[in-house]
């Protein structure tokens, strides 16, 4: 990013923004990064306004996948970069069984005794993983949404991987 180049910070929930934000200001980040209350499936921007648009473990959690992918792409200016970050499918039979695991018997556990949260957030988490398109499920899906150059990078076996695609 140049020296006159923003960012636009967003999350759907106002409390996540807010913690945020409380970091870019701690940071001394604040002159050059906005905070936004947006909807991935209907981005409040026009289009082609982005040179490029990242998530971070937000993707699988959008109420329509192929309607937030098509906006993203919607917003991005030609040749627009789009970075994905999410967990993935693990790429080795015993890392999927292992995490499987650990993912549905211990976190779900350790998550609600640790936090003492009783409100079932440790339970959602694996089942959103598990639902989520893998690897090239997702790459299939920015293909035929009109992405180009649509390429993935498998971090830890598998577990996440990070998607990048082009407009």
């Known amino acids: 990013m140049g020296p006159a180049g923003r960012v636009i910070a967003s999350d759907l929930n106002h409390a996540m923004l807010a913690e945020g934000l409380k970091k870019i200001v701690r940071r001394g980040r604040g002159r050059r990064i906005t905070c936004l209350e947006a909807n991935a499936e209907r981005l409040g921007f026009a289009d082609e306004a982005f040179d490029a648009v990242t998530t971070g473990f937000c993707m699988r959690n959008v109420g329509d996948l192929n309607r937030a992918i098509l906006e993203i792409r919607r917003v991005l200016k030609p040749g627009g970069r789009f970075v994905c970050l999410e967990?993935?499918?693990p790429v080795y039979?015993?890392?999927?069984?292992?995490?499987?695991?650990?993912?549905f018997r211990l976190l779900p556990w350790i998550g609600t005794a640790v936090?003492?949260?009783?409100?079932?957030?440790?339970?959602?988490?694996?089942?959103?993983?598990?639902t989520f398109p893998n690897?090239?499920?997702?790459k299939a899906?920015?293909?035929?949404?009109?992405?180009?150059?649509?390429?993935?990078?498998n971090l830890s076996g598998g577990i996440v991987a990070i998607?990048?695609?082009?407009?």
């Open 135 to 138: 690897q090239e499920g997702l």
């Open 141 to 153: 899906m920015l293909l035929k949404a009109g992405f180009s150059q649509v390429d993935y990078r």
């Open 115 to 130: 936090a003492r949260d009783k409100t079932g957030v440790y339970e959602y988490l694996p089942a959103s993983i598990r």
């Open 163 to 167: 998607h990048v695609a082009i407009k």
């Open 87 to 89: 967990f993935s499918r």
């Open 93 to 103: 039979g015993w890392l999927r069984a292992l995490y499987d695991w650990y993912s």
